[in-house]
């Protein structure tokens, strides 16, 4: 079973900047698994955020979010980061942290585990 725990969410001014965090524990090949973050605002479905290959060597984004957040990981610490700049009221949502050993399933929104979420406020 894998446990995924997403911290680093809040409320912050638009414009403003937060860093979320998912950590993963209890896999030992965490290193070997993508990595994404999706979001859902209230009323609407889970959408797709970012993504990351195993080895951090390919990221996507949604075209709603290019140029604006990043998607790292670090194999060391089990974990994967989202930093999100330039935030807009409309980046409010609940952020969820995802795992799939297929990248092309984590992107299409099936993966095998998915973290509880941490909400994320954008005051206008």
């Known amino acids: 079973q894998v446990q995924l725990v997403e911290s680093g969410g809040g409320l912050v001014q638009a414009g403003g900047s937060l860093r979320l965090s998912c950590a993963a524990s209890?896999?030992?090949?965490?290193?070997?698994?993508?990595m994404g973050w999706f979001r859902q605002a209230p009323g609407k479905e889970r959408d797709f955020v970012a993504s990351i290959t195993w080895n951090g060597g390919s990221t996507d984004y949604a075209d709603s979010v290019k140029g604006r957040f990043t998607i790292s990981r670090d194999n060391a610490k089990n974990t994967v980061y989202l930093q999100m700049n330039s935030l807009k009221p409309e980046d409010t949502a609940v952020y969820y942290c995802?795992?799939?050993?297929?990248?092309?399933?984590?992107?299409?929104?099936?993966?095998?585990?998915w973290g509880q979420g941490t909400q994320v406020t954008v005051s206008s």
């Open positions: 995802a795992t799939d050993a297929g990248y092309s399933r984590l992107i299409a929104g099936r993966p095998d585990y």
């Open positions: 209890g896999r030992r090949t965490f290193s070997r698994y993508a």
